[in-house]
């Protein structure tokens, strides 16, 4: 209990502190009221350990992960994006440190605030220096967006990874994404800044799941949304994205289509196809599947001469309400050239920003609730890190690199439906 509000008090500091301090009895900032509450500040150090109190004003905690503190030798580090404010907006990394020279038991120590700004400075020499490029997905947080060389959709953002010229490529998305940047790509360096940000729907299909399917239906061509594992992709005998699902499946000969993973994109696709027999996996984009008709049609009554744009990963009750239905990528071209004023979008939150920073003359209005909590695990200090370490690395075997390129490679090809 104690650590946890220690990292409330330094997440305190990281929305109120904006210079460098040396705290005792500490300078508190002046909008701290009379009626406050005292808590501890301990952080663990090899040599000592630094306490002291900070009085801070009642009010709701942000919420912290316990695994938010990392101790070692002379720094407690509190990575940025604490809560929901903090989350969407970080705006300084902060180091605590005890001072060389003091002995220990010593309650004084300093605070060191490092601001967006010097990050994104570090970000844009490591690039240069490391001839890098960062691809970020639409859905990923404000400050990866705009620190990106590239923004767009899992289409579009392949595309760019197969013709770089670049020597390392930063891509921040969820794995599969950067998955199919090293395919395409087999001579780069590719880095994934957060191992942990994976997708929860390429989960949702294996290779011996798959490979049974298959077994059971001899006749059928096998269709795998980009949103999988390398491994799944080896076994197919094209990809597609939620662009170009529609051009994939009319392109293929076959009267029959194993359609994997996304059963709400496969039912979007049939619409067009009707005279194919699909055999669908039943996996799902939790996010999609979660925005329901009653938040588009809440927003609606709010907002009735807005356009509804969504995905096709929604449910279909969802997409019979819209007025369009496209990838992310779609929705910005549509967005650019529509004359309507305001769009109800059925996808996740954060696209939002880019559509809002793009048109800045228009209203986007999305559905608070359609979070990806894996896009937004990659932080500005992730991107960072990666450039100054080349880790964490996309390794692959020569023998899924091969065999997954090809239907990557087919689905490039074929280009964009939207």
Same mark, same amino acid.
């Given at each position: 209990?104690?650590?946890?509000?220690?990292?409330?008090?330094?997440?305190?500091?990281?929305?109120?502190?904006?210079?460098?301090?040396?705290?005792?009895?500490?300078?508190?900032?002046?909008?701290?009221?009379?009626?406050?509450?005292?808590?501890?500040?301990?952080?663990?150090?090899?040599?000592?350990?630094?306490?002291?109190?900070?009085?801070?004003?009642?009010?709701?905690?942000?919420?912290?992960?316990?695994?938010?503190?990392?101790?070692?030798?002379?720094?407690?580090?509190?990575?940025?994006?604490?809560?929901?404010?903090?989350?969407?907006?970080?705006?300084?990394?902060?180091?605590?440190?005890?001072?060389?020279?003091?002995?220990?038991?010593?309650?004084?120590?300093?605070?060191?605030?490092?601001?967006?700004?010097?990050?994104?400075?570090?970000? =844009? &020499?490591?690039?240069? !220096?490391?001839?890098? $490029?960062?691809?970020?997905?639409?859905?990923? %947080?404000?400050?990866?967006? #705009? +620190?990106?060389?590239?923004?767009?959709?899992?289409?579009?953002?392949?595309?760019?990874?197969?013709?770089?010229?670049?020597?390392?490529?930063?891509?921040?998305?969820?794995?599969?994404?950067?998955?199919?940047?090293?395919?395409?790509?087999?001579?780069?360096?590719?880095?994934?800044?957060?191992?942990?940000?994976?997708?929860?729907?390429?989960?949702?299909?294996?290779?011996?799941?798959?490979?049974?399917?298959?077994?059971?239906?001899?006749?059928?061509?096998?269709?795998?949304?980009?949103?999988?594992?390398?491994?799944?992709?080896?076994?197919?005998?094209?990809?597609?994205?939620?662009?170009?699902?529609?051009?994939?499946?009319?392109?293929?000969?076959?009267?029959?289509?194993?359609?994997?993973?996304?059963?709400?994109?496969?039912?979007?696709? =049939? &619409?067009?196809?009707? !005279?194919?027999?699909? $055999?669908?996996?039943?996996?799902?984009?939790? %996010?999609?599947?979660?925005? #329901? +008709?009653?938040?588009?049609?809440?927003?609606?009554?709010?907002?009735?001469?807005?356009?509804?744009?969504?995905?096709?990963?929604?449910?279909?009750?969802?997409?019979?309400?819209?007025?369009?239905?496209?990838?992310?990528?779609?929705?910005?071209?549509?967005?650019?050239?529509?004359?309507?004023?305001?769009?109800?979008?059925?996808?996740?939150?954060?696209?939002?920003?880019?559509?809002?920073?793009?048109?800045?003359?228009?209203?986007?209005?999305?559905?608070?609730?359609?979070?990806?909590?894996?896009?937004?695990?990659?932080?500005?200090?992730?991107?960072?890190?990666?450039?100054?370490?080349?880790?964490?690395?996309?390794?692959?075997?020569?023998?899924?690199?091969?065999?997954?390129?090809?239907?990557?490679?087919?689905?490039?090809?074929?280009?964009?439906?939207?």
């Amino acid at each position: 209990m104690q650590c946890i509000q220690s990292l409330r008090v330094l997440a305190y500091l990281t929305t109120h502190v904006t210079s460098r301090r040396t705290f005792g009895t500490p300078d508190l900032p002046a909008r701290c009221s009379p009626t406050t509450q005292t808590l501890r500040l301990c952080c663990a150090f090899k040599d000592s350990t630094l306490k002291t109190h900070l009085d801070l004003p009642r009010r709701k905690p942000v919420g912290i992960p316990a695994e938010g503190a990392a101790k070692s030798e002379g720094v407690c580090r509190v990575p940025t994006g604490i809560g929901k404010s903090l989350l969407e907006r970080p705006r300084h990394s902060v180091k605590v440190r005890t001072f060389d020279n003091i002995p220990p038991g010593s309650s004084r120590g300093v605070i060191e605030i490092t601001s967006k700004e010097k990050i994104v400075e570090k970000i =844009q &020499r490591l690039k240069k !220096e490391r001839n890098a $490029i960062i691809l970020a997905h639409n859905y990923q %947080v404000p400050e990866v967006q #705009d +620190v990106g060389d590239y923004l767009g959709d899992s289409l579009n953002l392949s595309k760019i990874a197969a013709g770089t010229n670049a020597d390392v490529i930063v891509f921040c998305g969820v794995d599969f994404m950067a998955e199919s940047a090293k395919i395409l790509s087999p001579g780069k360096v590719v880095i994934h800044p957060v191992r942990g940000a994976s997708c929860p729907m390429a989960a949702m299909i294996d290779v011996e799941s798959l490979r049974e399917l298959q077994r059971a239906n001899p006749e059928a061509a096998t269709v795998a949304y980009v949103n999988t594992t390398a491994e799944v992709k080896a076994e197919v005998d094209i990809c597609c994205t939620s662009s170009n699902a529609v051009r994939v499946v009319k392109s293929l000969p076959n009267k029959e289509i194993i359609f994997v993973p996304d059963v709400n994109l496969g039912l979007y696709v =049939q &619409r067009f196809v009707p !005279e194919k027999r699909f $055999i669908f996996w039943r996996g799902y984009c939790h %996010v999609h599947q979660n925005i #329901d +008709v009653e938040d588009i049609r809440e927003l609606k009554e709010k907002h009735p001469a807005a356009e509804i744009m969504v995905h096709p990963e929604c449910q279909p009750a969802v997409i019979d309400m819209a007025d369009h239905v496209y990838s992310t990528q779609g929705m910005m071209q549509h967005a650019r050239d529509s004359s309507a004023r305001k769009f109800i979008l059925g996808t996740e939150r954060e696209m939002s920003y880019r559509l809002g920073k793009e048109n800045p003359d228009k209203f986007f209005l999305p559905v608070e609730n359609a979070i990806c909590t894996a896009m937004k695990k990659i932080k500005l200090e992730d991107v960072l890190n990666s450039l100054e370490t080349l880790e964490p690395r996309i390794e692959l075997s020569q023998d899924i690199i091969e065999r997954a390129r090809l239907p990557l490679e087919k689905m490039v090809d074929i280009g964009r439906g939207d």
